[in-house]
C-alpha cells in the first residue's frame, strides 16, 4: 500500500501537483513499511525455529539426524 500512495504521488509530482519533499516523504514511508514487513518476517521464522526447538522437531524438520558414538570394537586380545 506504502509503495501504490509513492507511484501516485511519483506521477502527482510528474505534473506539478506535489513537491520533491512530498515525494521524499512518501520513499521514506515506503522503505519503513517494508522494513516492518521484514522486521515480521523475521520475528515470525525465529518464533517458527524456537517452537520447533521447544517442541524437540527442529532437527527432523531440516532432515538433520544425530547418531551416537559408535562403540569401538574390544581389542583383539580382549576378544
Known amino acids: ?27 521514506s ?9 521484514l522486521r515480521a518476517t523475521v520475528d515470525y521464522n525465529n518464533s517458527v525455529s524456537r517452537l520447533r526447538l521447544a517442541g524437540g522437531t527442529l532437527l527432523e524438520h531440516y532432515n538433520i539426524r544425530v547418531e551416537g558414538p559408535k562403540k569401538e570394537s574390544d581389542p583383539w586380545w580382549a576378544r
Not at 5 to 27: A, M, P
Open 1 to 27: 500500500m506504502a509503495e501504490e500512495n509513492l507511484r501516485g504521488q511519483e506521477k502527482r509530482f510528474e505534473v506539478g501537483l506535489v513537491t520533491l519533499k512530498d515525494v521524499i516523504d512518501f520513499q
Open 29 to 37: 514511508k515506503a522503505l519503513d513499511a517494508q522494513g516492518s514487513e
